[in-house]
């Protein structure tokens, strides 16, 4: 890592930065209602990371996803942001990262303005692409010129990896450490409250 060239952290959102499932799980719920559709959210939000309209596709015919998908951000924005906190040592890694000299870059999959309210709610502030899933977030990692992704998904270890980004990994989501490590990862840490102590590290080595 070149010191001397600015400092730019990406960071994942869903289960790396908010613990967004109770959120999720009711908004699912209230589609399922209004829908009469059948939808295991309790099995829905133990998958987060693809894009939505990957997982309305089990239970929705592939016509109809479309529609539920504008319903479902529709309804997001009144029933998910509220009930979703920030994850363990979220606030204190972006302002690691800051204090650091940095920038903090949000990359999420997620349906950009919904994303920017989970962010103003846990009082996290930072640059935002949303709308990007795996290998796509390369796209705004190199943009934006990030040397380091944070993720707790494959699909985020194999962004990192595309944008020539050191994937750090937390096993706070959906896949274990074993996974994220299969995937590439360089570094998993068991969740955000390791990263300043990782970053001041990471620093120190490459002086």
């Not at 400092?7 to 790396?16: E, N």
């Not at 920017?116 to 502030?125: A, K, M, R």
């Not at 980004?165 to 896949?175: E, H, I």
């Amino acid at each position: 890592m070149d010191l001397a060239a600015p400092l730019t952290v990406g960071f994942d959102l869903d289960m790396t930065l908010i613990d967004s499932r109770p959120g999720i799980k009711a908004v699912y719920d209230r589609l399922a209602e209004e829908t009469g559709a059948f939808i295991d959210s309790a099995l829905a939000v133990t998958r987060l990371g693809p894009p939505l309209e990957q997982e309305l596709a089990n239970w929705f015919p592939a016509e109809q996803v479309p529609g539920m998908s504008e319903r479902y951000r529709a309804l997001y924005v009144d029933h998910a942001i509220v009930p979703t906190p920030a994850m363990p040592g979220a606030v204190a890694a972006i302002e690691a990262v800051r204090a650091a000299g940095g920038r903090p870059l949000v990359v999420t999959a997620k349906h950009t303005p919904n994303a920017q309210l989970h962010l103003d709610h846990v009082g996290i502030v930072a640059d935002l692409r949303g709308q990007l899933w795996a290998e796509a977030k390369a796209e705004a990692l190199v943009e934006y010129g990030a040397s380091v992704y944070v993720g707790d998904h494959v699909g985020d270890v194999r962004g990192a990896r595309t944008a020539g980004a050191l994937s750090v990994a937390v096993a706070t989501g959906p896949c274990d450490e074993k996974e994220l490590l299969a995937a590439g990862a360089d570094v998993v840490l068991a969740d955000l409250t390791e990263f300043p102590a990782w970053l001041a590290g990471y620093r120190s080595a490459a002086a």
